[in-house]
């Protein structure tokens, strides 16, 4: 208990980082998808569908490397100087490389407009890469406070310069157009002045994480590179098949999308791109538990009892992502607003994206057992199988079903990953996961959000909706507190009392 109290605690400083600094940039959604043409927030979409896939690459799987090597061999010092050292050097190369190929990558994702897109992203995936292993020693040294404070920071940088940009310059310029300011302001920007506030708010993170981006020597070894090289492109591999299941859907259905026009399916995009963001409860909750679970998975490697806590952990995180579900999907007449009304019409996919992140969640619980046993090749395998049923079922359906397609193929790979790495990861790492305890939690769950939407949603009014997802969401409550020895945490205790 005493370790999970210390996972609670520093998941609870990551989601602070994370889940704070994120939700204030997902305020921002409804401020974009107001004052952009929903074809320019599908450019903005696009865009940020190839940063993720480039920042695996300029990474490539370090930044766990470096946790895993750290608690391997003891010389923390040299871990840290080797890994700094090498992606220093790749990171400079690479977007040298990114430069001179920015026109052929402007036309791969329909930019051809706008090539100076893709030079702006480019610098923000250099910076963020070198941002990466400082903030990796920032979790591994324990300062989660420290981590929390920078990313608040950079964040709260980003949506100053947005609505500095879309907000202010425009009415400046207006009033005074032989400004300095105004001769820099160009009206057909359109999301070009968000990417541009990304990059100044990457620029600034890496001056805040100056003293442990400086705190390495200009020193690598050999040997131990080699090793960690070896441990390292698997998991990039991984990532970049991450990153297919993840983005890559955006990507095509730019492509695919059965509409008349390239304008029409970047409509698509960006109505698409608007609401998988309603799934934002889940997806930052599992942001801020994996960078508290992943260090903390390979401390608790070393103990007896790590399988029964890792149990244990998965036994909480389905717990709260099923909560976290009923949370959105009872109150979908409130979370819709977060999003412009025009783009109301996908709101049919945001319950199947919530299933696939809740799925995409309790793998990344799962996928502990291929780092553990050193077998990150495994996590590559299942990563491109789930990869080719998100590129078969895209490319099959999307022009028939357009984003709707996007998310059950998000599903269907989530969910095969999930399967796929459980019953494989049980004959190399066993671990005495509760299976029949989860699934009647997701069950229940399932239940609660099925009666609400096909017999309370039929009757007239929001503060029926309202009320009766209230009395299920407590009902779900009730039924852990009764099934789940809750009772038994202090903090439940005390507050029962």
Same mark, same amino acid.
């Given at each position: 208990?005493?370790?999970?109290?210390?996972?609670?605690?520093?998941?609870?400083?990551?989601?602070?980082?994370?889940?704070?600094?994120?939700?204030?940039?997902? &305020?921002?959604?409804?401020?974009?998808?107001?004052?952009?043409?929903?074809?320019?927030?599908?450019?903005?979409?696009?865009?940020?569908?190839?940063?993720?896939?480039?920042?695996?690459?300029?990474?490539?799987?370090?930044?766990?490397?470096?946790?895993?090597?750290?608690? @391997?061999?003891?010389?923390?010092?040299?871990?840290?100087?080797?890994?700094?050292?090498?992606?220093?050097?790749?990171?400079?190369?690479?977007?040298?490389?990114?430069?001179?190929?920015?026109?052929?990558?402007?036309? &791969?994702?329909?930019?051809?407009?706008?090539?100076?897109?893709?030079?702006?992203?480019?610098?923000?995936?250099? $910076?963020?890469?070198?941002?990466?292993?400082?903030?990796?020693?920032?979790?591994?040294?324990?300062?989660?406070?420290?981590?929390?404070?920078?990313?608040?920071?950079?964040?709260?940088?980003?949506?100053?310069?947005?609505?500095?940009?879309?907000?202010?310059?425009?009415?400046?310029?207006?009033?005074? *157009?032989?400004?300095?300011?105004? @001769?820099?302001?160009?009206?057909?920007?359109?999301?070009?002045?968000?990417?541009?506030?990304?990059?100044?708010?990457?620029?600034?993170?890496? &001056?805040?994480?100056?003293?442990?981006?400086?705190?390495?020597?200009?020193?690598?070894?050999?040997?131990?590179?080699?090793?960690?090289?070896?441990?390292?492109?698997?998991?990039?591999?991984?990532?970049?098949?991450?990153?297919?299941?993840?983005?890559?859907?955006?990507?095509?259905?730019?492509?695919?999308?059965?509409?008349?026009?390239?304008?029409?399916?970047?409509?698509?995009?960006?109505?698409?791109?608007?609401?998988? @963001?309603?799934?934002?409860?889940?997806?930052?909750?599992?942001?801020?538990?994996?960078?508290?679970?992943?260090?903390?998975?390979?401390?608790?490697?070393?103990?007896?009892?790590?399988?029964?806590?890792?149990?244990?952990?998965?036994?909480?995180?389905?717990?709260?992502?099923?909560?976290?579900?009923?949370?959105?999907?009872?109150?979908?007449?409130?979370?819709?607003?977060?999003?412009?009304?025009?783009?109301?019409?996908? $709101?049919?996919?945001? *319950?199947?994206?919530?299933?696939?992140?809740?799925?995409?969640?309790?793998?990344?619980?799962?996928?502990?057992?291929?780092?553990?046993?050193?077998?990150?090749?495994?996590?590559?395998?299942?990563?491109?199988?789930?990869?080719?049923?998100?590129?078969?079922?895209?490319?099959?359906?999307?022009?028939?079903?357009?984003? &709707?397609?996007?998310?059950?193929?998000?599903?269907?790979?989530?969910?095969?990953?999930?399967?796929?790495?459980?019953?494989?990861?049980?004959?190399?790492?066993?671990?005495?996961?509760?299976?029949?305890?989860?699934?009647?939690?997701?069950?229940?769950?399932?239940?609660?959000?099925?009666?609400?939407?096909?017999?309370?949603?039929?009757?007239?009014?929001?503060?029926?909706?309202?009320?009766?997802?209230?009395?299920?969401?407590?009902?779900?409550?009730?039924?852990?507190?009764?099934?789940?020895?809750?009772?038994?945490?202090?903090?439940?205790?005390?507050?029962?009392?």
């Amino acid at each position: 208990m005493s370790s999970l109290k210390k996972l609670a605690g520093h998941t609870m400083w990551y989601g602070v980082s994370s889940i704070f600094a994120r939700f204030l940039n997902y &305020l921002l959604t409804p401020y974009l998808t107001s004052i952009l043409a929903t074809a320019a927030y599908g450019e903005m979409s696009m865009v940020y569908s190839y940063i993720p896939f480039l920042n695996v690459v300029f990474t490539y799987g370090l930044e766990t490397a470096f946790f895993r090597f750290s608690n @391997k061999d003891g010389d923390n010092k040299k871990v840290f100087n080797t890994i700094s050292v090498s992606i220093i050097s790749s990171t400079l190369l690479l977007t040298v490389l990114l430069f001179i190929g920015k026109d052929f990558f402007a036309h &791969l994702l329909r930019l051809q407009n706008h090539p100076e897109f893709i030079t702006w992203a480019a610098w923000i995936i250099a $910076l963020d890469t070198l941002s990466t292993i400082p903030f990796a020693k920032l979790r591994f040294d324990c300062k989660p406070r420290k981590y929390a404070l920078i990313r608040v920071l950079g964040i709260l940088i980003n949506i100053g310069f947005v609505i500095f940009f879309y907000s202010f310059l425009p009415k400046f310029a207006a009033q005074n *157009p032989t400004s300095f300011l105004a @001769k820099w302001y160009d009206p057909n920007l359109g999301a070009g002045y968000y990417i541009l506030a990304n990059l100044l708010q990457s620029a600034l993170t890496l &001056l805040l994480l100056t003293p442990q981006f400086f705190s390495f020597r200009f020193s690598i070894d050999k040997t131990l590179w080699k090793q960690i090289m070896l441990y390292s492109l698997p998991i990039m591999v991984a990532g970049f098949g991450g990153m297919i299941n993840e983005t890559f859907d955006r990507i095509m259905l730019g492509w695919l999308a059965p509409v008349g026009s390239l304008n029409d399916a970047k409509i698509q995009v960006g109505i698409y791109s608007a609401c998988y @963001k309603l799934s934002i409860l889940i997806t930052l909750f599992i942001q801020a538990f994996r960078m508290g679970a992943e260090p903390f998975f390979f401390q608790q490697a070393q103990g007896e009892g790590a399988p029964k806590t890792y149990a244990r952990v998965m036994d909480y995180f389905v717990m709260t992502i099923c909560f976290m579900f009923l949370a959105v999907m009872l109150y979908m007449d409130i979370w819709k607003h977060f999003i412009a009304a025009k783009m109301w019409g996908g $709101l049919v996919v945001v *319950p199947i994206l919530l299933v696939a992140n809740m799925c995409l969640g309790v793998y990344y619980n799962l996928s502990i057992w291929y780092k553990l046993s050193h077998n990150t090749s495994a996590g590559a395998t299942i990563t491109f199988m789930g990869a080719a049923i998100t590129l078969i079922i895209n490319f099959a359906f999307i022009p028939i079903y357009g984003y &709707l397609a996007c998310a059950w193929a998000t599903l269907a790979c989530y969910a095969s990953m999930m399967l796929l790495s459980y019953f494989w990861g049980q004959r190399v790492y066993p671990v005495p996961y509760n299976t029949n305890k989860l699934l009647k939690n997701f069950g229940f769950m399932m239940l609660l959000y099925v009666f609400h939407r096909t017999v309370v949603n039929h009757l007239a009014g929001i503060t029926i909706h309202l009320l009766s997802g209230t009395v299920f969401l407590m009902m779900y409550i009730g039924y852990l507190l009764k099934n789940e020895n809750l009772r038994q945490i202090p903090v439940v205790k005390k507050f029962i009392r």
